[in-house]
């Protein structure tokens, strides 16, 4: 091999390059991008944009029926720029501050619950009816909670409860604030929401089994 120089480029693996920001495009697209945004004309780097634009919209076919379509490239194209593109885009740039900002935490409900076939609901029922004025509205709403919880209860026993229960489970929760109304009682039968149940389909599985033994098999 004659001697000399030679300027050979060394061989680069990704695990030595920077992390790509948005990782679909491949490394190319966001070496152009960076190509763009080092350019110092502004008419130049207006259109190698959109010509990084029409690439970018062949490499997504699919998207192009998507409502605001262009819309997207060009805000992909600014966050692939880290926000440092200088050009004339038909669309106004996102924001950094707004994309990079964090959730509120999510209020995760309280799991330490006594009666748990009752769920948080019921407590967040309970909660606003404790708040309501005395009338007609609030014993209507007390009445829908005693009812919904007894519906709940029968859910989790499948069998039967006295309105007693209900309204000692109710008083518990409520801390003594709430009571049905004695012009309101009593509540649905058991009897009642369990025949409700069975109507909605989640009664016992035998009655389906015997309706699909009378069908014809061809």
């Known amino acids: 091999m004659p001697e000399g120089n030679y300027n050979m480029e060394t061989l680069q693996y990704n695990t030595d390059r920077e ?3 948005i990782p679909e495009y491949g490394r190319h697209i966001h ?4 190509q763009v945004v080092e350019e110092k004309d502004r008419e130049k780097r207006n259109k190698q944009a959109k010509a990084i634009i029409d690439v970018m919209g062949n490499l997504n076919p699919h998207l192009r029926d998507v409502p605001d379509f262009q819309h997207k490239l060009w805000d992909q194209l600014h966050i692939m720029s880290n926000f440092q593109l200088d050009v ?4 106004e740039a996102p924001e ?3 994309l990079e900002a964090r959730p509120e935490r ?3 409900p309280n799991n330490n619950l006594k009666y748990r076939f009752y ?3 019921i407590l967040s029922m309970i909660e606003v009816a404790k708040g309501w004025e005395a009338g007609d509205l609030k014993d209507a709403l007390i009445f829908t909670i005693a009812s919904h919880m007894k519906k709940c209860f029968l859910n989790w026993n499948k069998d039967t409860v006295e309105d007693s229960v209900i309204f000692t489970h109710l008083d518990e ?3 003594g604030q709430l009571k049905v ?3 309101l009682l009593p509540l649905t039968d058991s009897d009642e929401l369990l025949k409700l149940k069975t109507k909605n389909g989640n009664g016992p599985k035998s009655n389906t089994k015997q309706r699909n033994r009378k069908r014809k098999r061809y």
Do not use: C, H, V, W
């Open 19 to 21: 992390g790509l920001i």
């Open 119 to 121: 769920g948080n609901n």
């Open 88 to 91: 004339d885009a038909p669309y």
């Open 31 to 34: 070496i152009m991008i960076q």
């Open 181 to 183: 109304p004695e012009n």
């Open 96 to 98: 950094k501050e707004i």
């Open 106 to 108: 999510l209020k995760y």
């Open 173 to 175: 929760l409520s801390k």
